[in-house]
């Protein structure tokens, strides 16, 4: 019988899974998804080949699992530092600087573009995940068309280009450059959606 890690088998099947995840994060990051096999996620995270089956039925299966982890974990750290703002401005200022923090592992690595190695249902569930966080900018825009901070403008189409406009921008990783980059991000965005921001003295 295989031996359990931690207290319980929950704990586990959860640092089973933890284990997991951070070894195909970084060997996506070092090689991409299509060039790494299941068998050598195992052995990266430490975790008897067949023991993975107990978890993921398949490589694909894997990455949904950890691309669901991530966004689970990234929407409740979005909401919860959109908690205590109240003006429509900010909330949108926060939520494009927490997608400039945002590493999508899963976008950024080498070789093809995931749409071209997932099956057309797993492409739909990937789809699903960025949904979760659409729905949070739709809901920062609505509170400002209805506070009169931004003008009247269609959110289905508003949405997916602010959101394509973040995740397609990459910013420095430190230093003025990075904050330079952030604010200007932040400002195009704003123009973008029409906001009423006060003008710098």
Do not use: W
């Not at 931690?6 to 586990?12: A, F, M, R, V, Y």
């Not at 070789?111 to 900018?137: C, D, F, T, Y």
């Not at 420095?172 to 400002?187: H, L, W």
């Amino acid at each position: 019988m295989p031996k359990i890690i931690g207290g319980s088998l929950h704990e586990h099947r959860e640092q089973t899974r933890s284990k997991l995840f951070a070894a195909l994060s970084a060997l996506m990051a070092e090689r991409g998804f299509d060039a790494i096999t299941l068998a050598e996620i195992a052995q990266a995270a430490g975790v008897g080949r067949t023991a993975v089956y107990n978890h993921f039925p398949d490589k694909e299966s894997l990455l949904l699992g950890f691309i669901t982890h991530e966004t689970e974990q990234y929407t409740a750290t979005l909401q919860r530092s959109l908690d205590d703002i109240d003006d429509p401005v900010e909330q949108l200022r926060t939520y494009v600087r927490q997608q400039a923090n945002l590493k999508r592992v899963y976008h950024v690595a080498p070789g093809p573009e995931l749409r071209s190695v997932l099956s057309r249902g797993a492409q739909q569930r990937v789809r699903e995940h960025v949904v979760l966080v659409e729905q949070i900018l739709r809901r920062i825009l609505a509170a400002g068309l209805e506070a009169g901070v931004f003008p009247e403008q269609d959110l289905d189409t508003t949405v997916p280009l602010v959101n394509a406009c973040l995740s397609g921008r990459g910013v420095p990783e430190a230093g003025a450059d990075r904050e330079r980059a952030i604010e200007q991000t932040e400002t195009f965005v704003l123009r973008a959606v029409g906001a009423l921001t006060p003008v710098p003295a």
